[in-house]
């Protein structure tokens, strides 16, 4: 009931600081601090919940075990450790007798130690997921970025001729200006954006997989992003039938490129670039556009929306509407910013949780050996020390949890982003040079973190009251 009654109100404040926080990232105003009686109910079911699932085991422990070995054994048992450990850990117990009683202390107690690691392999493992998921996302979206050069995208209304875009180009911030166009088509049955650009663009990158990139041909040239290329089993040097409107026209697949970037909206599976005069035959139409993709002398992103906005002003006669790149991307980092708050925050609570464990299973040795600490303390021990024993063996326990860690993170972490991938587009995972960095300096610090309060308590025994209650 305490902790139900405490996690409420952390809750609720930890809630509010963190929506008020999102909230500034999103730019929207966070409503005042309410509690709904559903709210405290779920507090109280969970806090009961966790007190009755975590009793289950120890109770199974204590009721398999005879009343009579119970009344004829001490209350505490002193274990000592496994062979298989105390072999290989032989030579450091010649070098120092306590970092080696500190590495072989934790497996005195196996179901313990093997309770405390798991809970903080699970909390690592949701680190190294949030970690493997969100720079996975970064690096995609920035490849998808860079894989489109334009500074600005500029639609006309109505459309006017590709040759518009000289007259951009003829601005003094403009460097590059060339006209594009898209429509919907179906190749296979299959719904796609149909891109039409300049064979020779300057503005998109392609990263071709297979084939090269638009040739003059006959039947038109195209090329396929790979999503779509996968899902009709089309390959370079294909021939295919794509439906534009009530028009069915022969094409020839020359070349596969890695390109899922979509937008909000979209229902259309992938893309299809063909050159944009050859897609205005197909179509019937005089050529005219309504899209162009703009490039600047000046990139950054102040000086770019002050060239954008002075470009709109000069070409109203055509009423323009304007993308500026820097901004989508701005707003796009800004989405990504609050998925990882959430994420991290979720890790937090999750690592609090198992720093607690951690401190627990040493608070529970520290009691059960009070005798050993005192022999310690007795013989000139000094607190330093035994902050380093207590150090070592909560190091060995998330040690040991960081090995389970990096297996179970490493594939919830795949998980998270196959489901990422079937709602936007596919992501692929990217693994940071720093995770180990991370991980090594994560188990240090939760080690450092959950030895204190119990050093605290092992270098405040009398060795005089221990010796002599013992």
Same mark, same amino acid.
């Given at each position: 009931?305490?902790?139900?009654?405490?996690?409420?109100?952390?809750?609720? #404040?930890?809630?509010?600081?963190?929506?008020?926080?999102?909230?500034?990232?999103?730019? +929207?105003?966070?409503?005042?601090?309410?509690?709904?009686?559903?709210?405290?109910?779920?507090?109280?079911?969970?806090?009961?919940?966790?007190?009755?699932?975590?009793?289950?085991?120890? +109770?199974?422990? /204590?009721?398999?075990?005879?009343?009579?070995?119970?009344?004829?054994?001490?209350?505490?048992?002193?274990?000592?450790?496994?062979?298989?450990?105390?072999?290989?850990?032989?030579?450091? $117990?010649?070098?120092?007798?306590?970092?080696?009683?500190?590495?072989?202390?934790?497996?005195?107690?196996?179901?313990?130690?093997?309770?405390?690691?798991?809970?903080?392999?699970?909390?690592?493992?949701?680190?190294?997921?949030?970690?493997? =998921?969100?720079? /996975?996302?970064?690096?995609?979206?920035?490849?998808?970025?860079?894989?489109?050069?334009?500074?600005?995208?500029?639609?006309?209304?109505?459309?006017?001729?590709?040759?518009?875009? &000289?007259?951009?180009?003829?601005?003094?911030?403009?460097?590059?200006?060339?006209?594009?166009?898209?429509?919907?088509? $179906?190749?296979?049955?299959?719904?796609? !954006?149909?891109?039409?650009?300049?064979? /020779?663009?300057?503005?998109?990158?392609?990263?071709?997989?297979?084939?090269?990139?638009?040739?003059?041909?006959?039947?038109? $040239?195209?090329?396929?992003?790979?999503?779509?290329?996968?899902?009709?089993?089309?390959? =370079?040097?294909? =021939?295919?039938?794509? !439906?534009?409107?009530? &028009?069915?026209?022969?094409?020839?697949?020359?070349?596969?490129?890695?390109?899922?970037?979509?937008?909000?909206?979209?229902?259309?599976?992938?893309?299809?670039?063909? !050159?944009?005069? %050859?897609?205005?035959?197909?179509?019937?139409?005089?050529?005219?556009?309504?899209?162009?993709?703009?490039?600047?002398?000046?990139?950054?992103?102040?000086?770019?929306?002050?060239?954008?906005?002075?470009? %709109?002003?000069?070409?109203?006669?055509?009423?323009?509407?304007?993308?500026?790149?820097?901004?989508?991307?701005?707003?796009?980092?800004?989405?990504?910013?609050?998925?990882?708050?959430?994420?991290?925050?979720?890790?937090?609570?999750?690592?609090?949780?198992?720093? #607690?464990?951690?401190?627990?299973?040493?608070?529970?040795?520290?009691?059960?050996? &009070?005798?050993?600490?005192?022999?310690?303390?007795?013989?000139?021990?000094?607190?330093?020390?035994?902050?380093?024993?207590?150090?070592?063996?909560?190091?060995?326990?998330?040690?040991?949890?960081?090995?389970?860690?990096?297996?179970?993170?490493?594939?919830?972490?795949?998980?998270?982003?196959?489901?990422?991938?079937?709602?936007?587009?596919?992501?692929?995972?990217?693994? !940071?040079?720093?995770?180990?960095? +991370?991980?090594?300096?994560?188990?240090?610090?939760?080690?450092?973190?959950?030895?204190?309060?119990?050093?605290?308590? $092992?270098?405040?025994?009398?060795?005089?009251?221990?010796?002599?209650?013992?």
């Amino acid at each position: 009931t305490a902790g139900s009654l405490l996690g409420l109100f952390l809750g609720l #404040f930890g809630g509010h600081v963190l929506s008020s926080y999102l909230a500034h990232l999103a730019g +929207l105003v966070v409503p005042p601090i309410s509690l709904a009686l559903t709210t405290v109910l779920l507090a109280f079911a969970g806090g009961l919940g966790i007190a009755l699932l975590g009793a289950v085991l120890p +109770l199974l422990i /204590s009721t398999r075990t005879p009343a009579a070995q119970l009344l004829r054994d001490h209350l505490v048992q002193h274990v000592t450790p496994p062979r298989w450990l105390t072999k290989p850990t032989r030579w450091l $117990a010649h070098r120092s007798p306590l970092l080696g009683m500190s590495v072989r202390d934790p497996f005195r107690r196996p179901l313990r130690t093997g309770l405390a690691t798991a809970v903080s392999a699970v909390a690592l493992a949701a680190l190294f997921a949030s970690h493997l =998921v969100d720079h /996975s996302l970064r690096v995609t979206v920035n490849e998808l970025y860079n894989r489109y050069q334009a500074d600005a995208w500029l639609l006309t209304n109505p459309p006017v001729p590709p040759i518009y875009a &000289r007259r951009l180009q003829a601005a003094p911030t403009v460097q590059h200006a060339e006209p594009w166009s898209m429509t919907q088509g $179906a190749l296979a049955s299959i719904r796609t !954006d149909v891109w039409g650009l300049p064979r /020779s663009t300057a503005v998109y990158q392609p990263r071709l997989i297979a084939g090269s990139w638009l040739t003059a041909s006959q039947p038109p $040239a195209v090329v396929l992003t790979s999503n779509l290329a996968a899902r009709i089993g089309a390959r =370079v040097n294909d =021939v295919l039938a794509l !439906d534009l409107g009530a &028009r069915r026209v022969p094409v020839r697949v020359v070349g596969i490129v890695d390109d899922e970037s979509t937008y909000l909206g979209a229902t259309a599976l992938g893309k299809v670039f063909i !050159d944009r005069d %050859e897609l205005a035959l197909l179509l019937g139409r005089d050529g005219r556009t309504a899209l162009y993709a703009i490039r600047f002398w000046s990139a950054p992103s102040a000086v770019a929306a002050t060239a954008l906005d002075a470009l %709109e002003r000069r070409e109203r006669a055509v009423r323009p509407m304007t993308l500026l790149m820097a901004e989508d991307r701005a707003a796009t980092e800004r989405v990504l910013a609050v998925l990882t708050v959430l994420a991290r925050t979720v890790v937090l609570v999750v690592g609090a949780a198992a720093l #607690f464990g951690v401190a627990n299973a040493l608070l529970l040795d520290v009691t059960e050996r &009070r005798r050993e600490f005192g022999v310690l303390r007795t013989i000139g021990t000094v607190r330093g020390s035994l902050f380093a024993m207590l150090f070592t063996q909560a190091f060995v326990i998330v040690a040991s949890g960081t090995l389970l860690a990096g297996a179970l993170g490493l594939s919830m972490g795949w998980i998270i982003l196959h489901f990422v991938s079937a709602q936007l587009f596919f992501i692929p995972p990217h693994l !940071d040079r720093w995770l180990l960095v +991370l991980a090594a300096g994560t188990a240090i610090l939760s080690a450092a973190f959950a030895a204190i309060v119990p050093a605290v308590v $092992a270098t405040r025994l009398r060795p005089v009251e221990v010796l002599r209650y013992e």
